[in-house]
């Protein structure tokens, strides 16, 4: 049974720096895209950036360009959204999702907090 759970949430100050985690277990990791979304209250999910098993990876957000990376660990099976100068529009929930390229099924985690704030 397929898993995704992230970590490494939490508190930080405006300008700070967060590395959210994603652990993917129970099925083949080459074969999924994984990505992370956020949502923070009262607005719908944004794709924040994916990641595929040949090495690419996007960023979809124009604010997020240049201080957010995605990376994928392919002997762990994990991949990290590496957040840099975070502002308070940064802070939501943020979640990863498996999506499986042969059968096209998601999978997603329970998510993890992060707020910025002074």
């Known amino acids: 049974q397929i898993q995704v759970v992230e970590s490494g949430g939490g508190l930080v100050q405006p300008g700070g720096s967060l590395r959210l985690s994603c652990v993917f277990s129970g099925g083949t990791f080459s074969r999924h895209v994984m990505r992370w979304y956020r949502q923070a209250s009262g607005k719908e999910r944004e794709l924040v950036a994916a990641?595929?098993?040949?090495?690419?990876?996007?960023i979809y957000v124009d604010s997020m360009k240049g201080r957010f990376t995605i990376s994928r660990d392919h002997v762990n099976h994990v991949v990290h959204l590496q957040m840099n100068s975070l502002t308070p529009e940064d802070t939501a929930m943020y979640y990863c999702?498996?999506?499986?390229?042969?059968?096209?099924?998601?999978?997603w985690g329970q998510g993890t907090q992060v707020i910025v704030s002074s």
């Open positions: 999702e498996a999506y499986d390229l042969w059968s096209r099924s998601t999978y």
């Open positions: 990641s595929t098993d040949g090495g690419g990876s996007t």
